[in-house]
């Protein structure tokens, strides 16, 4: 059974930082043969992609509302992907979620679409007061 487990989410004030971490197990394949992505909802809103990182983590994408805040990393040994968030929001506030690749990637690349994932975390929660 494929797990995601997140974590670091918290309440901070605007201008502050958090890092999420997620651990992946249970895949049938190695880890480091699957895009990986954040995304991210708040109540009411349809979920969308902040962040991706390809298998090899040479491509590495961000929606246009976190370029410059958001950084994606990770670490295959450990089957862990991370966000480090800089200089917070309050329109960052979600539930913040981390997700796998639907299909084995042969290529560097990734995708900020959710169609593109299969596997999915129950989420974090970032509240950032103002």
């Known amino acids: 059974q494929v797990q995601l487990v997140e974590s670091g989410g918290g309440l901070v004030e605007a201008g502050g930082s958090l890092t999420l971490s997620c651990t992946v197990s249970?895949?049938?394949?190695?880890?480091?043969?699957?895009?990986v992505g954040w995304f991210r909802q708040d109540p009411g809103k349809e979920r969308e992609g902040v962040s991706c990182?390809?298998?090899?983590?040479?491509?590495?994408k961000y929606d246009n509302s976190v370029k410059g805040r958001f950084a994606i990393s990770r670490e295959n040994a450990k089957k862990t992907l991370y966000l480090r968030i800089d200089n917070l929001k309050p329109e960052d506030t979600a539930m913040y979620y981390c997700?796998?690749?639907?299909?084995?990637?042969?290529?560097?690349?990734?995708?900020?679409?959710?169609?593109?994932?299969?596997?999915w975390g129950r989420g974090t929660q970032v509240t950032v007061s103002s």
């Open positions: 249970g895949l049938t394949n190695p880890f480091d043969w699957y895009p």
């Open positions: 990182i390809a298998r090899d983590a040479i491509e590495r």
């Open positions: 997700a796998v690749g639907r299909r084995v990637s042969i290529s560097s690349d990734c995708s900020l679409s959710q169609t593109e994932y299969i596997y």
